[in-house]
């Protein structure tokens, strides 16, 4: 084990600090040592919907009933018991819903891979209830789309047509539809890669092959392999800035797992995420106090994992909510920036590159026959700048 350089973290709220110290106490002992000034000085209104933004209450609400201190108003603790039951029951529908989802899928010979939800609460937490979820996110081969739409459609399942697309774009400029059951109130979002482009990922087929079956159900109910499952996490929670500190305690829920770190190490590298596994270690290491692991130490001494691990604390320091729109101008901003700096130099050049295939906006722009659109490659930036100069009028 090894420590990372110290990150700064002196602006974040007196709340999250508390969060921070409850959540990562590992026993009573741990507890009584937090600060009274924390207790003293938190606004415990603050304090709970600072638990329900990060999406860690059930398992703060677990936290703290195995080790009680009486710092913390019953109050409190009531509220945090109700959402913990709250949440027991939706996961549970969840798990039901997965399983009927997965059944279906297997009759019409459709593999699926179950990306987060109730088979990484079991995985990573051993508990059902300790880990919150809003939908069912599950990977599926992108010929076996359509078919995986019209089954959803079938079950009472409303397709959210979000996705404006030109030239085929939508299959990698974006990477998932969304569906919802208004009597159910489930959401599924169907995967045909983790993130949209840029982005280096395994394909479908290695994924499987190194595919292991949750113990949640009596039937087989697939998802990531051990160390695809960590390149999925910290992909995943860099790209939102790790604005949830749910996606963290996975993290660290991960690290106390068996692992084989050379195929990890060589996984990361291949697809350009070896600095961002190392800003998931400096975080966890700054936020929850725990130690770098050995096998992986070199990954949170780079100094570019160091450097965006601190950029991520502009999300924590400001409580951004990434989901709800209008976000900030300001956090827009450094968000595209962060996106940005988090890409490899390989990604970089393909995201730069794309910005000469066409868009949605272009076919919006100037609306032309199908048979036509080829052209939007050369009228693009014609396009593009006659948006600008309108803008700029308006």
Known sequence: MSSTSPLQLQGLPIEMRLLLALIGAENKSDSTEIPDALFDETDWNTFVDLAKHHRVDPYLYHRIKNSPDPRIPASVVKYLQAEYRRNTFLMLQLSGEMQVIDNHLSERGIRALFLKGPVLAVDL??????????????????????????LLTSLGYVKDEYIHTVLNDWKWRHHHTAFYHPVKNVKVELHWRFHPSPSGEPDFEDLWNRRRI??????????????????????????????????????????????????????????????????????????????VPGDLAHMADLQRAKRLAQDAVFYMERVVNLHTNPVPEDVDRFHKRHLYALMAFRHKFTFVISFLFPYPEDAETLPLPKALHALYFPLRPFLWAWRKMAGVRQ
């Open 125 to 150: 937490y051993d508990d059902l209830s300790l880990r919150t979820s809003c939908d069912l996110d599950l990977l599926i081969p992108l010929q076996n789309l359509p078919q995986a739409e019209e």
């Open 214 to 291: 949750s113990t949640i159900s009596s039937q087989p109910i697939h998802y990531l392999g051990r160390e695809d499952l960590f390149l999925f996490l910290v992909s995943h929670g860099a790209r939102h800035g790790w604005s949830r500190l749910r996606w963290l305690l996975d993290i660290r829920l991960w690290l106390q797992q068996p692992r084989d770190a050379d195929s990890l190490i060589a996984l990361l590298r291949k697809h350009g995420y070896y600095h961002v596994g190392g800003q998931a270690l400096v975080l966890v290491s700054n936020v929850f106090g725990d130690p």
